[in-house]
């Protein structure tokens, strides 16, 4: 009743059909052996249509099985596609195999997966859409970057471990015997970085890991770099280790109970503990770290390294000699910690304020932090921030609007000023090389071939000069220019509970005037103008 002609068709001859109908047809080819063929409805229909003259009748279509690859868009994955065949054949091995890589998959390729697929096809339905991911790429691994082990107890560890009483309750005065060495300690070791492990996508493409970030190991006073592992920093001193950036510094210590009138001022080259507080008027100038376990009233602290006070820094408003000038003052190179701030002038790289900071004027070289934590949420009120890179707080400002200006990115003005002088100076040496030049021309017609000779050495050297004078200075611009794009791109004010209003935020040259109550936001420089985010 049925055969199978040389383009796949199902023929079927009609006569043997009794009687002749669609659903006669249907029946006798699902009990035939092409009952998984497509079936040709539309052919069918059109004959009862007809006037019914044919003899031989297309019923069906054999159709195999096709394989199609898709390669996702990043090149990360490769997905198979079968379309069931319609009583042909299926879709081999080989085949799948041959396709993937006319498709261009060279990697990531498992022969497990495409089992799977073609297993699939043997259970779905002719016609079926059966797919499989046949080829995984793997992302970079990034480095790790370098970091510094430290093989001693600093001065600032060991005030974070106060000692236990015997009835078990912690002596917040008492932090032990301090955590001093001997010439020749190993005190800390860089742990390089790592390059991390490329990756790859399925056409066979190198994804490049980014190595880890590496540092100088940096030997501060008291140490040297070992001369057998550069790797290793090692101590020139008896002292106590202090952190600097990327290495260690050892200073000696000096301990005092209070400094008051008693004590006078202090002025040491190492490191200063003062086990109370110091006393109004009284002054701290030291070259290491400067530890107050008590408090700062009306005095002065200046240091090299880091200050800390574990409780207030607290000042007023000099009423004797200037209005404007606070007298508590706390200046250093390195960090500044204290627990809250009233009235007092903070300047350092980093200033961390526990708890809150009432009418303080505050300069930091990077990051103010008002609060505790990885989302600080103290109080800012009040005061002036002088000039940060980033400062976070909880609250900014007072609901009755107390005025305050934040000053972001100050230092721009600095590199700006610094590029203009830049820009002038090359100006003036291309001026010289211009006029250079018109020498080289004017000598060029000396008809004295050994006063011509003479002279055009002498430009030559003089022009060499100003080149790499013009070199120089180029390069020093492209420096200013980067320092400033990455000075501004990171320059962030966050607050992460709430901006009041009345406070004046400059970022660069740009000012943005709070008029309400802001919920956690940041401010950031985009487009050239203060814009407040949500």
């Given at each position: ?8 068709k199902i ?5 043997q ?6 659903g006669?047809?249907?029946?006798a ?13 539309e052919s ?14 297309a019923v069906a ?19 198979g ?7 042909g ?20 390729f498992?022969?497990v997966?495409?089992?799977s ?15 499989e991911?046949?080829?995984?790429g793997?992302?970079p691994?990034?480095g ?11 001065l600032?560890?060991r ?13 917040m005065r ?14 800390a ?7 991390g ?7 066979g493409?190198?994804l ?7 540092f100088q ?6 140490t ?10 090692i ?9 600097i ?18 004590s ?8 200063v503990?003062?086990?109370?507080s ?9 070259k290491?770290?400067v ?6 009233e009306?005095?002065e ?14 000042g007023h ?17 390195g ?13 350092a790289?980093n ?8 009418h303080?004027?505050l300069?930091?070289?990077?990051t103010?932090?008002i ?15 002088i000039?940060?890179?980033?400062v976070?707080?909880?609250?900014i ?8 200006n ?23 040496v ?21 006063k011509?000779?003479e002279?055009?050495?002498?430009i ?8 790499q ?9 492209s ?32 000012v943005y005037?709070?008029?309400r109550?802001y ?9 050239n ?6």
């Amino acid at each position: 009743m049925f055969k199978l002609a040389h383009n796949g068709k199902i023929l079927m001859d009609i006569a043997q059909a009794a009687p002749p109908s669609e659903g006669f047809i249907l029946d006798a080819l699902k009990q035939s052996p092409f009952a998984q063929c497509e079936v040709d409805h539309e052919s069918i229909k059109a004959y009862f249509k007809g006037d019914q003259t044919e003899k031989i009748l297309a019923v069906a279509i054999k159709r195999d099985a096709t394989f199609k690859v898709d390669v996702c868009e990043e090149k990360m994955q490769a997905i198979g596609t079968i379309t069931v065949a319609y009583g042909g054949k299926a879709i081999s091995l080989e085949e799948a195999k041959k396709a993937l890589i006319a498709a261009g998959v060279t990697r990531g390729f498992k022969n497990v997966y495409l089992e799977s697929l073609l297993k699939k096809q043997h259970l779905a339905q002719p016609g079926d859409e059966v797919s499989e991911m046949l080829a995984q790429g793997r992302l970079p691994t990034n480095g790790e970057p370098a970091t510094l082990k430290l093989h001693v107890c600093t001065l600032k560890q060991r005030l974070k471990q106060p000692k236990l009483r015997e009835d078990g309750s912690v002596d917040m005065r008492d932090f032990g015997a301090l955590a001093s060495v001997e010439k020749g300690t190993l005190l800390a070791t860089q742990i390089p970085a790592t390059n991390g492990a490329d990756g790859f996508n399925v056409l066979g493409e190198t994804l490049p890991a980014k190595p880890g970030d590496t540092f100088q190991l940096t030997a501060g006073e008291g140490t040297e770099i070992s001369t057998k592992n550069p790797l290793q920093l090692i101590a020139t001193l008896s002292g106590c280790p202090s952190e600097i950036n990327n290495g260690l510094r050892v200073d000696d210590v000096f301990t005092i109970d209070e400094v008051s009138v008693k004590s006078g001022h202090i002025e040491f080259d190492g490191s200063v503990i003062v086990s109370k507080s110091v006393a109004p008027g009284m002054k701290i100038i030291a070259k290491g770290d400067v530890t107050i376990l008590g408090s700062v009233e009306s005095a002065e602290i200046q240091t090299k390294g880091n200050i800390e006070v574990k409780q207030a820094a607290i000042g007023h408003l000099d009423h004797q000699h200037n209005d404007e000038e606070l007298t508590c003052k706390l200046i250093a190179g390195g960090n500044i910690e204290i627990s809250h701030g009233q009235y007092a002038y903070l300047e350092a790289n980093n200033i961390i304020v526990h708890k809150q900071s009432n009418h303080c004027d505050l300069k930091a070289i990077d990051t103010i932090a008002i609060g505790d934590g990885d989302k600080p949420n103290g109080k800012l009120i009040g005061g002036e921030i002088i000039d940060a890179q980033k400062v976070i707080a909880g609250e900014i400002g007072t609901s009755s609007g107390t005025k305050m200006n934040i000053f972001l990115a100050r230092s721009g003005m600095n590199l700006t000023e610094k590029t203009d002088e830049c820009v002038k100076e090359l100006s003036a040496v291309e001026e010289q090389l211009n006029a250079l030049q018109q020498a080289v021309e004017k000598a060029d017609h000396l008809k004295d071939a050994d006063k011509k000779k003479e002279i055009m050495q002498k430009i030559l050297a003089t022009q060499q000069h100003y080149c790499q004078q013009a070199e120089q200075l180029e390069k020093q611009l492209s420096e200013l220019d980067h320092h400033l794009h990455d000075l501004l791109d990171n320059t962030q004010l966050t607050v992460n509970k709430a901006l009041n209003s009345d406070v004046e935020i400059h970022i660069f040259d740009r000012v943005y005037k709070t008029q309400r109550q802001y919920p956690p936001c940041t401010a950031k420089l985009i487009d050239n103008e203060v814009k407040i985010e949500f």
